[in-house]
T-cell receptor, first 112, second 116 residues
Framework: EDKVVQSPLSLVVHEGDTVTLNCSYE??????LLWYKQEKKAPTFLFML????IEKKSGRLSSILDKKELSSILNITATQTGDSAIYLC????????????FGQGTELSVKP | DAGVIQSPRHEVTEMGQEVTLRCKPI?????LFWYRQTMMRGLELLIY????????DSGMPEDRFSAKMPNASFSTLKIQPSEPRDSAVYFC??????????????FGEGSWLTVV
């Protein structure tokens, strides 16, 4: 059975801290790994990772994929209260119309 | 461009009633997904369509749930009869599935369902 597991499930930090969120996957027909940020509404896209070892960055956020370890991390440096959200990772599969298998999410709370 | 449009945004209904959720995917997208999100189970794929054809409905919880996609610009998710445990946020998403290595999936804002 295809599955994606995220850790930790929840995290409380203070502004300015750096956090690392983890995602591991066991799926067939793996295509890519996606990260989403979800606040009150729908998940919004952060990163798509297809190649192992190549870091993607967007401001204070960065992510990297390790296909050997079947995992990915999402780093957030100098956290701000606006980073408080649920962060979802999803394995994107081939040959199934773009099917996503989601992890449970990591709920990040950044305190002032 | 308009994103994925869902309706209703919020629905409160009594147990036993029929619920119909609607979705208009992004124009030109050929894949459509229905997800359910709850605190307990996170985000689960219920069903997805490719070129209006249901490809995988293994995530549909039971016979009370049904989904249709009569054309490329419209899909419905129906629950009949609804039960309190169906209370969740239901997301519709669409993408342009190609043979390439990746494509972004865009989510609607969700339909918040409460069954009392």
């Amino acid at each position: 059975e295809d599955k994606v597991v995220q850790s930790p499930l929840s995290l409380v930090v203070h502004e300015g801290d750096t956090v690392t969120l983890n995602c591991s996957y066991e799926v067939t027909n793996f295509r890519s790994l996606l990260w989403y940020k979800q606040e009150k509404k729908a998940p919004t896209f952060l990163f798509m990772l297809t190649s192992s070892g190549i870091e993607k960055k967007s401001g204070r956020l960065s992510s990297i994929l390790d296909k050997k370890e079947l995992s990915s991390i999402l780093n957030i440096t100098a956290t701000q209260t606006g980073d408080s959200a649920i962060y979802l990772c999803a394995a994107h599969l081939y040959n199934q119309g773009g099917k996503l298998i989601f992890g449970q999410g990591t709920e990040l709370s950044v305190k002032p | 461009d308009a994103g994925v449009i869902q309706s209703p945004r919020h629905e409160v209904t009594e147990m036993g009633q029929e619920v119909t959720l609607r979705c208009k995917p992004i124009s030109g997208h050929n894949s459509l997904f229905w997800y359910r999100q709850t605190m307990m189970r996170g985000l689960e794929l219920l069903i997805y369509f490719n070129n209006n054809v249901p490809i995988d409905d293994s995530g549909m919880p039971e016979d009370r749930f049904s989904a249709k996609m009569p054309n490329a610009s419209f899909s419905t998710l129906k629950i009949q009869p609804s039960e309190p445990r169906d209370s969740a946020v239901y997301f519709c998403a669409s993408s342009l599935a190609t043979g390439g290595r990746g494509n972004t999936i865009y989510f609607g804002e969700g339909s918040w369902l409460t069954v009392v």
